[in-house]
């Protein structure tokens, strides 16, 4: 069985075609440069690769792809469902935005794609708070 038959009708579009009303949304603002956040956001993603929990109940941790824009001091992510041997899905997670909010506060926010598979094998919440929590440099990967 197929995850597209498991998911019954879920539709997994690219990237670019999701709307802001797409994603499940957790905001927060982080005491530290936006540089800072980022660079905690990466190493968490390493730290905890694509997934955690056990075979059964999965948390998705995911696969970021980041586009930092220096100049707006802006960040950009969209997070993938892992694939096999720790590279990246095509199917999109999730999205994280972070922006420079003065020199020493970020505002950060994380949606998770409410018609992705992740509503049968992980929550959402729990998803988007592992994330917001790599900014402020916590090391769990769990929720």
Not at 7 to 14: N, R
Not at 41 to 57: D, H, M, P, W
Not at 117 to 126: E, K, P, R, T
Request: glycine share 10%; net charge neutral; hydrophobic share 40%.
């Amino acid at each position: 069985m197929t995850v597209a038959g498991i998911a019954g009708c879920t539709t997994i579009l690219p990237p670019g075609a999701y709307e802001e009303s797409d994603f499940s949304w957790e905001a927060v603002t982080v005491p530290t440069s936006y540089l800072t956040a980022h660079r905690r956001l990466v190493e968490g993603f390493r730290r905890c690769r694509a997934a955690t929990g056990n075979a059964i109940f999965p948390t998705l941790v995911g696969v970021p792809d980041c586009f930092d824009d220096r100049e707006r001091e802006v960040v950009l992510c969209d997070v993938y469902v892992g694939a096999a041997r720790g590279g990246r899905s095509n199917r999109v997670l999730g999205r994280i935005e972070l922006s420079a909010a003065g020199v020493s506060e970020t505002k950060a926010r994380a949606g998770v794609v409410r018609r992705t598979v992740d509503v049968l094998f992980a929550q959402q919440s729990g998803t988007s708070s592992i994330w917001l929590a790599f900014l402020r440099g916590e090391g769990s990967c769990e929720p």
